[in-house]
């Protein structure tokens, strides 16, 4: 989910707005095909039918593009991406022809919430799922979406997809991505944001003990939980690869960059280098959008020409702790849907280890 919400996207003395539209796809909806949500609010699971819409500049919509690459169901599930830049309508698709989404018929996400509630004024925020024939808004429930990616769509799963939230690393996985999600994910805006300098010092001391807890966490083990990447990496890693380039100086969460951590640096730079994970970051969309949308905490709107990015692709040693990203698996193949919004290929990976992916600038 978005931090953004229109022309004044996140007001001073921030709080987060959970998602308010918060139906499900699942395989265990009582609707008929075609149908839309069951009495519990399920709607059938039906390759071809929806539509997720993202933004790469966004942290919560970037974990679901992950998600649905990882998984291979770039088949099953269309994709949608948004400008970075926003103005008093929210979230625009002027990055496709004529401004308009070419599957949505729609210029501005926010018509499918309207069609969804005439009457809504919670927010317009990504990642959003819209049923397309209906052109409804199903879902904004970001952290939702993408374990019912994982656990609801397996039967469109590509062969050697790997499985993000094993049923039997579920309570580690719960509790680790929770205190990433409180502590660095949220984090990060809640320092970035602060209303007064005593929020301000709470917010950075809670965040950088939570990074230095990471730290050693990961100083042993390749991924947060088990032997693979799990749920748990998809994220933190959005707000990783973020981190020096807006957090450090935007948010002025700047004791240390991740590059002079030396486990997160290589830990991040170990997904970076992962099918998936590389191939759909775009760092022009992100600082962008935070520096030029954020007029309240950069006024001018210059976005820096920094960081330099060639680290990136450096060999980051963390195969020698063990594990393989995909477990019993194997990397998806290149990416295809995001060609046009200017990400690098990746390599193909040589004997099961992935190959780094060229940066965006």
């Known amino acids: 989910m978005s931090d953004s919400t229109g022309s004044n996207p996140v007001p001073r003395g921030w709080k987060r707005r959970g998602p308010h ?49 990882l998984l291979g169901l770039e088949g099953a599930i269309s994709l949608g991406i ?8 929210s979230w625009r698709f002027t990055l496709d022809r004529d401004g308009i989404d070419p599957e949505l018929g729609s210029h501005f996400l926010a018509e499918h919430y309207l069609a969804r509630d005439p009457e809504d004024d919670g927010g317009v925020s990504v990642p959003a799922v819209i049923d397309v024939p209906s052109r409804l808004l199903v879902t904004n429930d970001y952290p939702q979406i993408t374990l019912d990616l994982s656990t609801e769509w397996t039967a469109y799963h590509r062969p050697g997809a790997p499985d993000l939230y094993p049923e039997a690393w579920r309570d ?3 509790d680790v991505a929770e ?9 990060v805006y809640r320092a970035g944001f602060a209303a007064s300098q005593e929020k301000y010092d709470t917010a950075f001391g809670i965040l950088f003990e939570r990074l230095d807890w990471l730290s050693d966490r990961l100083s042993e083990r390749r991924y947060l939980v088990g032997d693979h990447i799990t749920e748990a990496d998809v994220r933190l890693f959005t707000t990783l ?9 935007h948010f002025k969460t700047n004791r240390n960059k991740i590059t002079e951590d030396r486990v997160l640096w290589a830990y991040v730079r170990d997904l970076f280098q992962t099918p998936g994970f590389g191939d759909t970051v775009n760092f022009d969309h992100i600082k962008h959008h935070y520096y030029r949308v954020h007029t309240q905490l950069n006024p001018s709107g210059i976005v820096p020409d920094g960081p330099d990015l060639s ?9 020698a702790l063990g594990g393989s990203p995909f477990g019993d698996g194997r990397a998806p193949t290149a990416a295809t849907d995001l060609a046009s ?3 690098a290929p990746l390599a193909v990976p040589v004997d ?9 600038g």
């Not at 075609?34 to 790469?56: F, N």
């Not at 500049?57 to 690459?69: F, K, L, Q």
């Not at 948004?82 to 309508?89: F, G, K, L, N, T």
């Not at 999600?181 to 984090?187: A, E, F, K, P, S």
């Open 241 to 249: 690869v973020r981190f020096d380039a807006v957090y450090h100086g």
């Open 311 to 319: 680290g990136w692709l450096t060999p980051h040693g963390r195969e």
């Open 82 to 89: 948004v400008d970075p830049i926003q103005d008093s309508r």
């Open 21 to 69: 539209f918060t139906d499900r796809i699942a395989a265990s909806s009582t609707s008929q095909p075609g149908g839309q949500g069951d009495d519990r609010g399920r709607w059938p699971v039906e390759p071809g039918r929806y539509r997720l819409v993202a933004s790469l500049a966004c942290p919560w919509a970037h974990r679901s593009i992950i998600v649905r690459r």
């Open 179 to 187: 205190k990433v999600y409180l502590d660095v994910n949220n984090g």
């Open 172 to 174: 580690e996985i719960d």
């Open 352 to 360: 099961g280890e992935p190959q780094a992916a060229r940066p965006r």
């Open 341 to 343: 919004y200017h990400l």
